[in-house]
């Protein structure tokens, strides 16, 4: 749906008051469809960035946003991400605390093994980046679970206010 950035601190706000409880996190599907700001796509979601930090520090709360990859970067879903590889990314890289990539090294293989997400810390204001999480992949529920080489695999369990972890295998 069209989503002003403008009016996300006020939706918040109207939330926490409706539901008598203070948002922790906000999160935004995709980038692309909020809309705010004016000139080219790069200044639109340089713009959009900005707002997203305002809105974080405004309600007290943790924003996750998704974006693209650019087309020239990753675009096969396999290949590993920098911190340049997001479309129109040079304010989301210059405003992010924390800025995460994920692909699929193994995407083509149909071994169940190979099933692997990798979430890459592209950016870490507060600690260390560059660094790479591998994750299992479910292609069938497109849930992603944390992998324990020598145990198994970690399944997270949705419940009734969050999740929990489980070990399997």
């Known amino acids: 749906s069209d989503i002003n950035i403008d009016d996300i601190p006020a939706i918040v706000a109207n939330i926490e008051t409706q539901r008598q409880t203070k948002i922790?996190?906000?999160?935004?599907?995709?980038?692309?469809?909020?809309?705010?700001?004016?000139?080219?796509?790069?200044?639109?979601?340089?713009?959009?960035?900005?707002?997203?930090?305002?809105?974080?520090k405004k309600t007290n709360s943790v924003v996750i946003c998704l974006a693209q990859v650019s087309r020239?970067?990753?675009?096969?879903?396999n290949e590993d991400l920098e911190i340049t590889s997001g479309k129109d990314s040079g304010s989301i890289e210059n405003t992010g605390d924390l800025v995460l990539g994920m692909y699929r090294p193994n995407k083509k293989s149909q071994k169940e093994e190979d099933n692997v997400i990798r979430i890459k810390i592209l950016?870490?204001?507060?600690?260390?980046?560059?660094?790479?999480?591998?994750?299992?992949?479910?292609?069938?529920?497109?849930?992603?679970?944390?992998?324990?080489?020598?145990?198994?695999?970690?399944?997270?369990?949705?419940?009734?206010?969050?999740?929990?972890?489980?070990?399997?295998?």
């Open 72 to 77: 020239q970067e990753g675009a096969k879903g």
């Open 24 to 56: 922790k996190i906000v999160a935004i599907d995709y980038l692309g469809f909020v809309k705010g700001g004016q000139g080219s796509r790069y200044e639109r979601v340089s713009y959009i960035a900005e707002k997203l930090k305002d809105t974080a």
């Open 123 to 169: 950016k870490n204001r507060k600690g260390k980046d560059n660094i790479a999480i591998d994750c299992y992949f479910d292609k069938d529920t497109l849930r992603i679970s944390e992998m324990d080489y020598g145990q198994g695999v970690l399944q997270a369990k949705e419940t009734f206010g969050g999740t929990f972890v489980e070990r399997t295998g």
